[in-house]
């Protein structure tokens, strides 16, 4: 590890976390002077649709946190990981720190035409955060609107072929750190993220090898894969194959890797995001839907835990409202049809 590393991510964590500190306590109209303090004024924030690309700390105070808060009161931030990096895509010149969690709050006022509930709601949600010159430059937050929906009564889309349900941490609940980590550590996570890109990038023949021993090149027999609100969670190589994986090559008949813009690893975590990841036809089938004939993109976060020299856990966040808007269906606009009608 090179001189001042450990440092460089401990100051990062701290820059984070009084901001998480600052925006978690702030209400209304305290927002956006919380953000300017701890944001660069040209700060690039890149949030799942409706919103996209946002600059600015004031823009993303009022676009997104005010209405956000304004529902989930009072918002609470339930975190299940917190690690720090740099990130190889660029030589490891920039730092990041991620995290992943729970915002919780009563759902007690519409949001993005969600109707509230008036009882506890959790908007599961997926952060990389890049700190220079002590503030964070640069953010990439991914939300899982299609669960909130859930909770709300809706049915955004068909049954998911996996299991839907609020998201629990790591099983070995030691995602939180704070404090310095074992460089070593990190190095093992990053490689084994590194062996699964590369590996399942080349979709092997089945007849070469099948699906399920490709994957146990990567995973542990045991993994478990918590994908997002639509897709659903599941468990084991065999059964991810049978309820995510294998259905989910089968429904595309293009696929294009677009490449990461952050992957970094701390101690047995890890994760990544592209803008978007993926471009991919759908040929039908996938989340129930048909074919469409479209190229669409996906933005994705993955998040990781290592066990040995594997992967044993995967909490996995798409902006599928991003994804089928590109295919022609407005999610947004279809909810809140169905919730006037109910």
């Known amino acids: 590890m090179a001189p001042g590393v450990t440092a460089d991510l401990q100051d990062a964590k701290r820059v984070v976390r009084e901001f998480y500190a600052a925006i978690d306590g702030a209400e209304d109209t305290a927002l956006a002077p919380s953000m300017e303090r701890h944001c660069a004024p040209d700060l690039l924030w890149r949030g799942c649709h409706p919103?996209?690309?946002?600059?600015?700390?004031?823009?993303?105070?009022?676009?997104?946190w005010r209405p956000l808060k304004a529902s989930l009161r009072p918002m609470r931030r339930r975190l299940d990981l917190f690690f720090a990096g740099r990130n190889e895509i660029d030589g490891f010149a920039s730092v990041w720190v991620a995290s992943m969690g729970h915002l919780m709050g009563l759902f007690d006022a519409v949001w993005l035409g969600i109707p509230p509930t008036g009882r506890v709601a959790m908007l599961r949600y997926?952060?990389?955060?890049?700190?220079?010159?002590?503030?964070?430059?640069?953010?990439?937050?991914?939300?899982?609107?299609?669960?909130?929906?859930?909770?709300?009564?809706?049915?955004?889309?068909?049954?998911?072929?996996?299991?839907?349900?609020?998201?629990?941490?790591?099983?070995?609940?030691?995602?939180?750190?704070?404090?310095?980590?074992?460089?070593?550590?990190?190095?093992?996570?990053?490689?084994?993220?590194?062996?699964?890109?590369?590996?399942?990038?080349?979709?092997?023949?089945?007849?070469?090898?099948?699906?399920?021993?490709?994957?146990?090149?990567?995973?542990?027999?045991?993994?478990?894969?918590?994908?997002?609100?639509?897709?659903?969670?599941?468990?084991?190589?065999?059964?991810?194959?049978?309820?995510?994986?294998?259905?989910?090559?089968?429904?595309?008949?293009d696929r294009r890797f677009n490449g990461h813009l952050c992957r970094m690893a701390e101690g047995r975590f890890g994760g990544f995001f592209g803008w978007p990841n993926l471009t991919l036809t759908p040929t039908g089938g996938f989340m129930g839907m048909p074919a469409t004939g479209r190229a669409g993109d996906m933005r994705v976060v993955d998040m990781y835990r290592r066990e040995g020299d594997k992967l044993a856990e995967n909490w996995v966040f798409i902006d599928l409202l991003h994804f089928w808007d590109q295919q022609g269906l407005d999610v947004l606009e279809r909810m809140t049809e169905l919730s006037a009608g109910r």
């Open 51 to 64: 919103f996209g690309e946002l600059r600015g700390p004031h823009l993303v105070a009022e676009r997104f």
């Open 126 to 253: 997926a952060a990389f955060h890049r700190v220079a010159n002590g503030r964070i430059a640069e953010t990439a937050m991914i939300f899982d609107v299609p669960h909130l929906m859930m909770q709300a009564g809706l049915r955004p889309f068909p049954p998911s072929t996996a299991a839907e349900l609020v998201q629990p941490g790591p099983m070995t609940h030691e995602g939180l750190m704070f404090g310095p980590q074992d460089a070593a550590e990190g190095d093992r996570t990053l490689a084994a993220i590194d062996f699964m890109v590369g590996d399942v990038a080349t979709w092997k023949d089945p007849g070469q090898m099948s699906l399920t021993d490709e994957l146990r090149c990567s995973w542990t027999e045991d993994m478990i894969w918590w994908g997002p609100g639509g897709i659903g969670a599941t468990y084991t190589i065999e059964r991810y194959a049978a309820q995510h994986s294998g259905p989910f090559r089968a429904a595309f008949a």
